[in-house]
Structures are given as structure tokens and as C-alpha cells.
Nanobody
């Protein structure tokens, strides 16, 4: 069974930084695009940043210049470097991946359980 496990969330002061990680585990044949989403209290889940298997990236306007998404394909791990944090960045951050489990010959969308980022003013 494949799964995504996030880590790195926590409480940080406004202006601070965090690095989120998302490790994909299980019997995985390949991973296409990976992404970070977030959901703030009372709001819908939104796309924060996305990275293709080749390294191409795109970001939500609200995080451009502050967040950097990257991946280590050898480790099946996704990262999100978050700088200049603002209180409005407070949310549960979810990892998302389009991956193919070994032997299935198809791609699935898989979600992590989320990691909470809280930014104090």
C-alpha cells in the first residue's frame, strides 16, 4: 500500500521559515506531478504549489517569491520551503501525488494526512 507522510509543520512567528517534507512510501513504480495544497479554518482547500516529474513548477499568486517547491526523485520525497511566513499562511498543508503503484499499470491520486502550520503574529 502506498502512502504519503508529511512532516515539518509547527508553530512559528510571523516572518519565520519552515521546511515541509512529504515522503512517498510503498511499492511505487513512478510518480508524476506532486503538489502541496493547504486548507485554512473555514476555507476550501487550495493549491499552493505544484511540481512536475521534470521539475517544472507553478505557484499560487499568494505564495510566489516566498515558497519554493522541490523534489528528490531518488528518495520519492517532496519539499516545501516556506519563508517570510504570514498569519494568513496558517493552515493544514497536504501533500498530493499522481503515482503509479508497482504492477497496477495505472496512476492514482494520493493524499497525505496533512501537517499543521500555525503562524503567530
Amino acid at each position: 500500500q502506498v502512502q504519503l507522510v508529511e512532516s515539518g509543520g509547527g508553530l512559528v512567528q510571523s516572518g519565520g521559515s519552515l521546511r515541509l517534507s512529504c515522503a512517498a512510501s510503498g511499492d511505487i513504480f513512478s510518480i508524476n506531478a506532486m503538489a502541496w495544497y493547504r486548507q485554512a479554518p473555514g476555507k476550501q482547500r487550495e493549491l499552493v504549489a505544484r511540481i512536475s516529474s521534470g521539475g517544472g513548477t507553478n505557484y499560487a499568486d499568494s505564495v510566489k517569491g516566498r515558497f519554493t517547491i522541490s523534489r528528490d526523485n531518488a528518495k520519492n520525497t517532496l519539499y516545501l520551503q516556506i519563508n517570510s511566513l504570514k498569519p494568513e499562511d496558517t493552515a493544514v498543508y497536504y501533500c498530493n501525488a499522481d503515482l503509479s503503484p508497482q504492477g497496477t499499470y495505472r496512476y492514482l491520486e494520493v493524499w497525505g494526512q496533512g501537517t499543521l502550520v500555525t503562524v503567530s503574529s
